[in-house]
């Protein structure tokens, strides 16, 4: 089975950046969509990104202009590129991946059935 690990989670400043990793591991033929979700304490999960067949990628509106989700399809590693960052952006953050190609649209924590464990990331003001 696909199993995912995130890493690259820390503490950063307000204006500053992170690069968070997502190493996929186990035999996939295809892909698939893929996303970042991330979570705070006392608030709903949150799909960030995503990136779909072809590298079509979709944010939330919360993250746009700032957060950059890529792929290296040699070393199988998602990442996602987080500049500009706020205190807001404080979470637990999540590797997920579907079980087929998700089209264009909101990043919906049910179309993704393998979940990574999660890397902590905080931000200061």
């Known amino acids: 089975q696909v199993q995912l690990v995130e890493s690259g989670g820390g503490s950063a400043q307000a204006g500053g950046s992170l690069r968070l990793s997502c190493v996929v591991s186990g035999y996939f033929r295809y892909w698939y969509s893929m996303a970042w979700f991330r979570q705070a304490p006392g608030k709903e999960r949150e799909g960030v990104a995503a990136?779909?067949?072809?590298?079509?990628?979709t944010y939330s509106d919360s993250v746009k202009g700032r957060f950059t989700i890529s792929k290296d399809t040699d070393k199988n590693i998602l990442y996602l590129q987080m500049d500009s960052l706020k205190p807001e952006d404080t979470a637990m953050y999540y590797c997920a991946r579907a079980s087929r190609w998700l089209r264009d649209g909101s990043i919906e924590a049910i179309d993704f059935g393998t979940w990574g464990q999660g890397t902590q990331v905080t931000v200061s003001s």
């Open positions: 990136i779909h067949q072809f590298r079509a990628t």
